[in-house]
């Protein structure tokens, strides 16, 4: 099993970056992918998910309105598209498989061994 992230970079504030998590060992229609970040000082934070049964997707505060993250089945990928980028984003970028709901007004994430090596993203202005 291995999830490779890539599209990390460094950009500026207000500008926009695709990242991709590509998966192999893993079916998308098995386990749910969620992307997480962790910037540099702080805690590992949760930041999307896109559930395996019917491809429902949560958000995290920090990400809801400007970011979006989907699949595509048949290149077993799973994407985040962040626009308006800012300081705050920046942040190592992990993707990783497990399962993802809602319990009451909160997303949640069961997050398996699976996990990327991680993309860097930074953002500058």
């Known amino acids: 099993v291995q999830l490779a992230e890539s599209g990390g970079g460094l950009v500026q504030a207000g500008e926009s970056l695709k990242l991709s998590c590509v998966i192999s060992g893993l079916s998308l229609d098995e386990h749910g992918i969620g992307w997480f970040r962790q910037a540099a000082g702080k805690g590992r934070e949760g930041v999307s998910c896109?559930?395996?049964?019917?491809?429902?997707?949560f958000y995290g505060d920090s990400a809801k309105g400007r970011f979006t993250i989907s699949r595509d089945a048949a290149k077993n990928t799973v994407y985040l598209q962040m626009n308006d980028l800012k300081g705050d984003d920046t942040a190592v970028y992990y993707c990783?498989?497990?399962?993802?709901?809602?319990?009451?007004?909160?997303?949640?994430?069961?997050?398996?061994?699976?996990w990327g090596q991680g993309t860097e993203v930074t953002v500058f202005s």
């Open positions: 896109i559930s395996n049964s019917d491809g429902r997707t």
């Open positions: 990783a498989a497990g399962s993802c709901g809602q319990d009451g007004s909160n997303w949640y994430m069961l997050t398996s061994d699976y």
